[in-house]
């Protein structure tokens, strides 16, 4: 090794290990987090702390897709089972059996894991469009099952019981939408933190190389298949924490909605909007998605319903003109390369 | 001696063509062995059916006296046989040191030390500058570097490497050549697939010759070069311009 090398090699190795954001960047981070926890005070209406509310549960059911598309590169356009299950388990076990939703928090979460690895190894094989179709089908075949299934209400779906004695054990708040507004930011704080530690993580590492190859992932000795379907469990366990907070604040579940196709779309439009494979692009995205419906949602009345997918819609072709991998790669791509001392 | 690399017998047809027939061969620990052959001889599909990317239809191979026939790639990698692609596969979203972290990361989980290990493993071929770059973003030579680097990085005892000077343009094969030669003093064994034939006489300690996927020659460069069914199958106008 000549001298230049090898004091190139001391400077790299000098070099931190993960590239520190701008200053500028920790400053809009610090503010966020400080509005976040303020938030409720701050704006104070019904309507402002719902909207929040939906945000922070789009937010994780989003980072939720963006850890199987965005890290192992599999699209799932079946994400919504996961949904579903997670609000009935924690639904049936309480007004069955009157088991407390923390419990069924917990039980949902192993079902979903378990139910990932039923649909993901024999689907996970499938490269590309085929695993997205195939989810997508298995995705309509549980919906149609919950809506036939007596057992769980079929078609009009569940109610949960109220229970007004101890808020914090049956996870029901009927005066404030405050307590859930918190408990959905610990939530998805809690997985944000999860992906963030992902990400540096050598099985984080090993996810975004089959990403990108799944042949030289190989060579380096990745186990491809097994890392896909752990990747597939930890994505539908997430989504199955927001099924159960989404069914302990809305109260009803309706199997028409949890388990539609449009939540496993919804939760794509955000990661891509946002930046698939970032750690922030869903919640960026579904910060500007989820007021886009609400809002249109009032001022246009009942038919922002369909108002808001068109600007969607337009929303999403503009990204895929100007930033085709979703607004915050760029950025973040741009803290990776980082400046080389030479 | 026993050898490293113990190829016996291998076989592989694709409907009705036969990419290898009957091929058998060994490596020795230490030596640079140089596969030859035209296009379509069977040279990238041998290194397919030998780490496990394809499986063969007869034959078996061992490694150290283990047999790993039929063994998934990602378990015969972690037995320590390394390989580069033909057709390079970066992982072009990742940045270069990224890429090599991956390799270092097969044996160690601490991030700190598979980064050290990667920059260590850039420096060898001559890629540290261009560390913080995304993989897609460099030349056609850099990339071979890169993919030598990251399978390096997983310490393999045995590294096959599917044409490291192909496509590449022709002032960079010296060095491409050395840091082959380097690779043999650190003590990696070395498989190479080369079309250049100056390049491989100047690295092999012997060759492998295939054709229309059967063995046509194998042993020292000379003795290999010198044989006429090498000649006429590969050398041909070679011969005749000396």
Request: with cysteine.
């Given at each position: ?195 963030w530690k992902l990400r540096r993580s050598r099985f984080g590492f090993r996810l ?135 | ?11 592989k047809r694709f409907g009705g063509v036969t990419a290898n027939a009957d091929i ?196 020292a460069p000379e003795e290999v070069r010198a044989q006429p069914a090498v000649v ?11």
């Amino acid at each position: 090794m000549q001298g230049g090398t090898a004091s190139m090699l001391e400077a790299a190795k000098a070099e931190h290990l993960w590239p520190r954001p701008p200053r500028w960047a920790m400053a809009i981070g610090a503010a966020a987090a400080a509005l976040l926890l303020a938030y409720p005070f701050v704006f104070t209406s019904s309507f402002a702390h719902h909207t929040m509310i939906l945000i922070l549960l789009y937010a994780l059911m989003a980072q939720s897709w963006n850890v199987v598309a965005g890290f192992s590169g599999q699209i799932s356009l079946g994400h919504a089972i996961f949904f579903g299950l997670g609000a009935y388990s924690s639904t049936v076990l309480f007004a069955k059996y009157g088991v407390t939703p923390w419990a069924g928090l917990l039980v949902g979460v192993l079902l979903s894991a378990a139910a990932a690895v039923a649909i993901g190894v024999p689907t996970l094989r499938l490269r590309g469009h085929y695993f997205a179709i195939a989810t997508l089908l298995i995705g309509s075949s549980v919906q149609i099952v919950f809506q036939r299934w007596e057992w769980v209400g079929a078609a009009s779906g569940l109610y949960v019981p109220i229970e007004r004695t101890s808020p914090w054990l049956y996870l029901q708040f009927h005066r404030s939408k405050v307590p859930y507004y918190y408990l959905m930011l610990a939530a998805a704080a809690l997985g944000y933190l999860l992906v963030w530690k992902l990400r540096r993580s050598r099985f984080g590492f090993r996810l975004q190389a089959l990403r990108d190859d799944h042949d030289a992932a190989a060579s380096l000795g990745i186990a491809v298949a097994r890392h896909k379907v752990l990747t597939f469990m930890i994505s539908g366990a997430m989504m199955s924490v927001a099924g159960t907070f989404y069914g302990q604040y809305v109260l009803v579940l309706d199997p028409e909605r949890l388990f539609s196709a449009e939540i496993s779309i919804l939760v794509l439009l955000m990661t891509v909007l946002g930046g698939s494979g970032t750690l922030w692009g869903p919640a960026l995205g579904a910060a500007v998605l989820i007021p886009l419906s609400e809002y249109s949602r009032i001022w246009l009345g009942g038919t922002g319903r369909t108002v808001d997918l068109i600007i969607y819609g337009v929303l999403i072709v503009l990204v895929c003109m100007w930033r085709p991998s979703g607004l915050l790669s760029v950025f973040e791509e741009r803290i990776r390369r980082r400046r080389t001392v030479s | 001696m026993k050898p490293l690399l113990d190829v016996r017998g291998v076989s592989k047809r694709f409907g009705g063509v036969t990419a290898n027939a009957d091929i058998t061969f060994d490596v020795n620990e230490g030596e640079i062995l140089g596969i030859i052959g035209p296009n379509g001889a069977g040279k990238s599909t041998l290194f397919d059916l030998i780490t496990g990317f394809q499986p063969m239809d007869s034959g078996r191979v061992q490694l150290d006296g283990r047999d790993i026939t039929g063994m998934r790639p990602d378990r015969i990698s972690a037995l320590g046989i390394g390989r580069t692609f033909q057709k390079l596969k970066p992982f072009s979203d990742l940045t270069v040191t990224e890429n090599v972290m991956v390799g270092a990361l097969a044996g160690t989980a601490d991030m700190k030390l598979a980064r050290d290990q990667a920059l260590e493993c850039l420096a060898f071929v001559d890629l540290l500058e261009k560390r913080n770059s995304f993989a897609r973003e460099l030349s056609t030579g850099q990339r071979k570097r890169l993919e030598l680097a990251r399978a390096l990085a997983t310490r393999p005892r045995l590294i096959l490497m599917d044409e490291v000077t192909g496509g590449v343009d022709q002032r960079t094969i010296p060095g491409l050549v050395e840091l082959v030669l380097r690779l043999k003093e650190q003590g990696v064994t070395v498989v190479t697939i080369e079309h250049n034939m100056q390049v491989m006489m100047r690295l092999a300690d012997r060759i492998l010759a295939l054709h229309a996927g059967r063995r046509i020659a194998f042993g020292a460069p000379e003795e290999v070069r010198a044989q006429p069914a090498v000649v006429d199958a590969y050398l041909g106008t070679v011969a005749d311009a000396s």
